[in-house]
């Protein structure tokens, strides 16, 4: 696409860009540079493409879609975007291509389902979320440092955290997280996966932090599992937040009695009778297909 040096929208506020091959790495940049007032944008780059790095620097920009798929080669994106209140960024590209991602302050509400290398770059950018979503595959160990260099990030202003555990070791990043968001009132745990079809992964290796997260201790108020197979691997991690979150109301587990061949009645038994830090928590049982979790 090439766009006129002297070519100007100033009044357009939503743009979406799906599949587009650019005449060169700047051409994106410039289109965006004419709209000085845009606010929405989607960035889908699907299917066969190739394209250089790219940028996305629009100072207004108050919602963003960035999409990379698995067989689109780039040589990386930068986006800045400070006034940015909703990021949905999915990178699937697992080659090792360049990610800057400028700090959002204004940030609210975020959907990252990447590659782990990506999750590196985004992470630290994304602290100012209320409303989190987040999906990565993660390596089986010593990522920690990778990630958070040896230390963590603060989400003060997180409530709702949807963590999905359908990759390998995704759920290492449940302990981390619980940390790292000392006010976390909502956690939804969920699992997808293609055509109904769960695989045997090592999705819910489970790392139990060593000392209590603030959030249980003061905060988590409702704690949903779509997705539950009864695995040990599940049941430690449900226990685990039952027998800490002192301030929990609800617990709703939806759960599947096919895939795993568990018998409901062991799974409610497991949980029910397990010890629980808040003695009003309702602990809600589910029976429903697979299919029906999304």
Not at 64 to 74: D, G, K, Q, R, T
Not at 91 to 111: C, F
């Amino acid at each position: 696409m090439d766009v006129p040096s002297t070519a100007c929208l100033p009044s357009l506020k939503t743009l979406g860009l799906h599949s587009l091959m650019f005449e060169d790495d700047e051409s994106l940049q410039g289109l965006l540079d004419i709209c000085p007032v845009l606010e929405d944008l989607s960035v889908q780059l699907r299917g066969k493409c190739s394209m250089g790095e790219i940028s996305v620097i629009v100072p207004t920009l108050q919602r963003l879609s960035h999409s990379v798929s698995w067989c689109c080669y780039i040589d990386g994106y930068v986006i800045d975007t400070p006034s940015l209140k909703y990021f949905k960024l999915e990178d699937w590209y697992n080659s090792t291509h360049g990610v800057q991602i400028k700090d959002m302050p204004e940030l609210r509400e975020a959907y990252v389902d990447v590659v782990f290398f990506v999750l590196k770059s985004v992470i630290g950018s994304i602290t100012s979320v209320k409303h989190l979503t987040i999906c990565s595959e993660i390596p089986e160990r010593g990522w920690e440092d990778e990630v958070y260099g040896g230390g963590g990030f603060i989400f003060n202003q997180l409530e709702h955290l949807k963590l999905c555990v359908c990759k390998d070791h995704s759920s290492d990043l449940l302990g981390q997280l619980l940390k790292d968001s000392p006010n976390l009132r909502v956690l939804d745990v969920f699992h997808t996966g293609i055509h109904g079809f769960v695989e045997d992964t090592d999705m819910v290796c489970w790392k139990q932090p060593s000392q209590v997260p603030q959030c249980l201790l003061s905060s988590l108020q409702i704690f949903n599992w779509s997705g539950y197979f009864g695995r040990p691997e599940e049941r430690d991690i449900a226990v685990y937040i039952l027998k800490n979150a002192c301030f929990l109301k609800k617990v709703t587990i939806f759960a599947d009695i096919v895939q795993y061949s568990v018998p409901h009645l062991k799974m409610i038994k497991e949980l029910a009778f397990s010890s629980r830090a808040s003695t009003t928590c309702e602990l809600v049982f589910v029976e429903c297909p697979y299919e029906m979790f999304h």
